[in-house]
């Protein structure tokens, strides 16, 4: 079993930035492909980006990509997301979630963490 916790997330106006992380416990990641999904109010959760188990490739969503970067350090079990050029439709429930090895679109993921607010404000 792993256990993920986000933290880091709040309230930051528009064009601020904010740093998520998420920590795992129960067994290392390194082996775990991390992905980051988000859920506004209303709307169905929806991919974000993601690393793969070694950290070695990322893939973002369009509306992300250039502003958003996810990193990864295995030794210390943690993943982070970094959100730059924030916008007030980036407000959501941001989620990290693991699966074996490769990154997946999907919600195809074995384990979910509990989630952590971010409120971006015009």
């Known amino acids: 079993q792993v256990q993920l916790v986000e933290s880091g997330g709040g309230l930051v106006q528009a064009g601020g930035s904010l740093r998520l992380s998420c920590t795992a416990s129960?067994?290392?990641?390194?082996?775990?492909?991390m992905g980051w999904f988000r859920q506004a109010p209303g709307k169905e959760r929806e991919f974000v980006g993601g690393?793969?188990?070694?950290?070695?490739?990322?893939s973002y969503a369009d509306s992300v990509k250039g502003r958003f970067t996810i990193s990864r350090d295995n030794a210390k079990n943690t993943v982070s997301l970094q959100m730059s050029s924030l916008k007030p439709e980036d407000t959501a429930v941001y989620y990290c979630?693991?699966?074996?090895?490769?990154?997946?679109?999907?919600?195809?993921?074995?384990?979910w963490g509990q989630g952590t607010q971010v409120t971006v404000s015009s």
């Open positions: 690393i793969t188990y070694s950290g070695g490739s990322t």
């Open positions: 129960g067994r290392t990641l390194s082996t775990y492909a």
């Open positions: 979630a693991a699966r074996r090895y490769w990154v997946a679109k999907t919600q195809d993921y074995d384990y």
